[in-house]
């Protein structure tokens, strides 16, 4: 913006609008001058202006009708200054497009403080067209954003890792959106045309995750009256999110060690292996080099999940990612 802002004077620049343009250069404004509606269009079409100023002369138009051609071909604001403004006038004026409506002569003071107003909702506009930019264009994955640095880091080694089909290990703070990294990297992954199938280990009870991850055989226990197959067998030729890994029992980190070496598992109440082919995308919010060493996580089950580890930034080391979060999240 230069100086103050760039103004649009539409009128015949005679009587009012003589008046006022010195002292609205003195105060910082840069001005430019159209003697006709036609012209003001023109100009409006081919550059970029902080505000219009229809004068009460606008080169022989109905100031209202100049006020409707003006507002279709810019959306800046648009300052009518008009002798005597009724409460008819303003309330057509404003219907048609005008900003704000100011009797002439007009009062110096109150000119400023309006224009100051209406410079004040262009910089809000722009900073909105921004952030929308922003949000359009903010990182290389879909649903993830953010320009900050700590994203910007993230994004080199999301990069790097959807490259890869071994398997990763998303470690950060509740809310830091590890299951949109994992979409992330399944939908810019090698796999990204087969099935995407998440789950929650800490929502699904010891008895029945077994059964839930490998599957069942017919008859493996009550009620088990047909074959059912895991989820491990169901993300086959796509991706399997293991939520919450943190969660698993040390009684089933074994089966999930093996499956994760052989790439094969065995239902429940089953006689054979049955392969599988799925990236393993698995996410905590704990402290896993903490589990380790207490022994709540298998070191060999911990380095066959992490053989790619990425640690997700929270919100508040990620700088004026806040502003485009919240427009994001605005507009919805």
Known sequence: MDARGRLLLIDDQTGETARIIPSLRQRGYRIATASTV???????????????????????????????????????????????????????????????????????????????????????????????????SSGPFEGLLGTSPAMQRLYTVLERAAESSVPVLLTGESGTGKELVARALHQRGARSSGPFVPVNLAAIPDGLLESELFGHARGAFTDARSARRGLFSQANGGTLFLDEVGELSTALQPKLLRALQERTVRPVGGDHEIPFDARIVAATNQDVQHMVSQGTMRRDVYYRLAVIQVELPPLRARGGDVLVLAEHFLSD
């Open 38 to 136: 036609e012209r003001a269009v023109r100009q409006v079409t081919r550059d970029r202006w902080d505000c219009l100023l229809v004068g009460p002369s606008p080169g022989g138009a109905d100031p209202i009708d100049a006020l409707r051609q003006l507002s279709t071909a810019t959306d800046a604001p648009i300052l009518l200054l008009a002798p005597g403004s009724s409460p008819e006038l303003f309330d057509q004026a404003t219907r048609t497009g005008a900003f704000a409506v100011l009797s002439t002569p007009t009062d110096p003071h109150a000119l400023d403080l309006t224009l100051d107003r209406a410079l004040e909702h262009v910089a809000l506009r722009r900073e909105l067209e921004r952030l929308e930019e922003v949000v359009r």
